[in-house]
């Protein structure tokens, strides 16, 4: 069925040093990759999202990559800071509706 | 605009009851997706609803259900309320259905004692 994995489900890093994130899917026909941070009580929110048609893609200090053959997407947060402390999810798409499958998450600690 | 909302935040129910919770998206949208989410299981999809129409239905007992109305605004039910039911419901809306981008609402808190 479908399934994504994500590790490590907890990383703690120093402020200033990066942070990757690696997610794993299992479905080749999904063709959408959401990254949602989720701060302690608020709603998920999107930072980020790739799609199948592209490698790679970049919002300041943050970016997303692809590899469609080994089916593997990964989030890199460069310079982190206390404020990237949160739950992250990775999530994969497919079938030309709106179901995400979501990975178990990655709590990151940023530490000053 | 607006964000997605959903009504009401918190809830306290016994087992056995029944609960109806209600979620407005964003001006425009007409996707509505529901979501569970548990320390245990994670983020699950439930159903999507575009045009009034269930298009896609997750892995969960009949006892969760849903609809939509024509303004594009959604309710999830679940009948027979058990102690694993606890747990946050999320919505998600979306422009349309297969448009990728999905924004959640701040969930509604659901306990069951």
């Known amino acids: 069925g479908e399934n994504v994995e994500q590790h490590p489900s907890t990383l703690s890093v120093q402020e200033g040093d990066s942070a990757v994130i690696k997610c794993t899917y299992s479905?080749?026909?999904?063709?959408?990759f959401p990254w949602y941070k989720q701060e302690l009580g608020k709603r998920p929110q999107l930072i980020i999202d790739?799609?199948?048609?592209?490698g790679e893609k970049k919002d300041q200090r943050i970016a997303v990559t692809l590899n469609k053959t080994a089916k593997h997407f990964s989030l890199h947060i460069t310079e982190t800071q206390p404020e990237d402390s949160a739950v992250y999810f990775c999530?994969?798409?497919?079938?030309?509706?709106?179901?995400?499958?979501f990975g178990a998450g990655t709590r990151l600690a940023v530490h000053p | 605009k607006a964000g997605v909302t959903q009504t009401p935040r918190y809830l306290i129910k016994t087992r056995g009851q029944q609960v109806t919770l209600s979620c407005s998206p964003i001006?425009?949208?007409?996707?509505v997706s529901w979501y569970q989410q548990t320390p245990g299981q994670g983020l699950q999809f439930l159903f999507e609803?575009?045009?009034?129409?269930?298009?896609n239905k997750g892995n969960f007992p009949g006892r969760f259900s849903g609809r939509q109305f024509s303004n594009s605004r959604s309710e999830m039910n679940v009948s027979t309320l058990e102690l694993g039911d606890s747990a946050l419901y999320l919505c998600?809306?979306?422009?349309?259905?297969?448009?990728?981008?999905?924004?959640f609402g701040p969930g509604t808190r659901l306990l069951v004692l």
């Open positions: 998600a809306s979306s422009l349309s259905t297969g448009e990728e981008t999905q924004y």
């Open positions: 001006s425009g949208h007409r996707s």
């Open positions: 479905d080749s026909a999904s063709n959408y």
């Open positions: 609803y575009f045009s009034e129409t269930q298009r």
């Open positions: 790739i799609r199948s048609n592209v």
């Open positions: 999530a994969s798409r497919g079938g030309g509706y709106n179901k995400l499958i």
